[in-house]
């Protein structure tokens, strides 16, 4: 564990898990406040850029492939978001080419996976509609670029990715929620994505910048969902609530509300902070930062007013 005493955002930083054929490079990084700050968890499973060079020779179109299934740079705007705000964060390294952290590790399209499989294994992994999508827990395809991979996976390499990958992310996602809300009453996990442009950003049916989702209400307290769309109404931003996106995997995993443990899905047009040709940081970022922290301020009140008439009502 390092130390990371820049700026007033005073942290400790925490490494975990390995990516299969990168030497022991880290799957993820976690930022923790030496003082918990706020109730908030912001996790990034979806903007890894650590790609070793075995992945990426295996891939048919790297250079198209792996931008696409990225939440491009999504972390940075996380990043600024942690240190306005003193949020814990917890940023993944590893591809989702590699391995996708919003996926369940049953979810998976064993046509892409080599060697015999038995009867008790095919029906215990029976493959889910995402992965039949071509994006399950491993990525198959992508719409207009067909199949990702020049060949089937081995079962060692999928069951190694899920051992030093998503069982370590998932484990210490759950142990930070569950610290936030044995220190503070309750807790909330902000699950941060990035979209591509839903539409056009003007006139009649303007497509949002923002999609907000819970589970449709499974995951997350509805208190803080009215506060999430009330917010960023406020802020004049165009919001949706679970549509397109109802969130995946990590808020079905981690969204216990019963529990005092809320998830939320936060999904941010990537025109918003991205150049126009959607690949780097553009002008928009600060801005879109700056939205953010003040959308995790409001929640971060909210959770710990609500843990407070919680504590109130059991007394």
């Known amino acids: 564990m390092q130390s990371d005493q820049s700026g007033p955002y005073d942290s400790q930083l925490q490494t975990g898990g390995?990516?299969?054929?990168?030497?022991?490079?880290?799957?993820?990084?976690?930022?923790k406040p030496r003082h918990s700050a706020i109730p908030v968890l912001i996790a990034v499973p979806h903007a890894g850029r650590d790609y070793p060079a075995c992945l990426l020779g295996r891939m048919r179109h790297p250079a198209e492939a792996a931008p696409r299934l990225e939440d491009r740079y999504i972390d940075l705007v996380a990043q600024r978001v942690a240190k306005a705000t003193g949020a814990s964060l917890l940023v993944a390294n590893a591809p989702r080419a590699m391995i996708d952290l919003n996926r369940s590790p049953d979810d998976v399209d064993w046509e892409m996976v080599s060697g015999p499989r038995s009867a008790i294994v095919r029906a215990r992994f029976a493959a889910g509609r995402r992965s039949r999508s071509g994006l399950g827990l491993v990525p198959r395809r992508l719409p207009g670029l067909g199949e990702l991979w020049r060949q089937k996976l081995r079962p060692a390499e999928l069951s190694e990715r899920i051992e030093q990958v998503h069982t370590p992310y998932h484990?210490?996602?759950?142990?930070?929620?569950?610290?936030?809300?044995?220190?503070?009453?309750?807790?909330?996990?902000?699950?941060?994505?990035?979209?591509?442009?839903?539409?056009?950003?003007?006139?009649?049916?303007?497509?949002?910048?923002?999609?907000?989702?819970?589970?449709?209400?499974?995951?997350?307290?509805?208190?803080?969902?009215?506060?999430?769309?009330?917010?960023?109404?406020?802020?004049?931003?165009?919001?949706?609530?679970?549509?397109?996106?109802?969130?995946?995997?990590?808020?079905?995993?981690?969204?216990?509300?019963?529990?005092?443990?809320?998830?939320?899905?936060?999904?941010?047009?990537?025109?918003?902070?991205?150049?126009?040709?959607?690949?780097?940081?553009?002008?928009?970022?600060?801005?879109?930062?700056?939205?953010?922290?003040?959308?995790?301020?409001?929640?971060?009140?909210?959770?710990?007013?609500?843990?407070?008439?919680?504590?109130?009502?059991?007394?």
């Open 171 to 315: 484990a210490t996602l759950s142990h930070m929620l569950e610290a936030l809300r044995d220190r503070w009453g309750a807790a909330l996990l902000l699950d941060m994505h990035s979209m591509p442009p839903l539409g056009p950003k003007t006139g009649i049916g303007a497509a949002a910048d923002f999609v907000v989702g819970d589970r449709f209400g499974a995951s997350c307290s509805g208190s803080l969902v009215t506060a999430a769309l009330d917010h960023l109404e406020v802020q004049g931003k165009l919001a949706t609530h679970n549509r397109p996106y109802a969130g995946g995997f990590v808020l079905d995993r981690h969204g216990a509300p019963a529990r005092g443990l809320s998830a939320m899905q936060l999904e941010v047009c990537r025109a918003t902070y991205l150049d126009s040709h959607l690949r780097e940081p553009g002008e928009g970022l600060d801005a879109v930062a700056e939205v953010v922290a003040g959308l995790v301020r409001r929640l971060a009140d909210e959770v710990a007013s609500g843990a407070r008439g919680f504590a109130q009502a059991a007394e």
């Open 18 to 31: 390995a990516i299969p054929g990168a030497d022991e490079q880290p799957a993820f990084v976690l930022r």
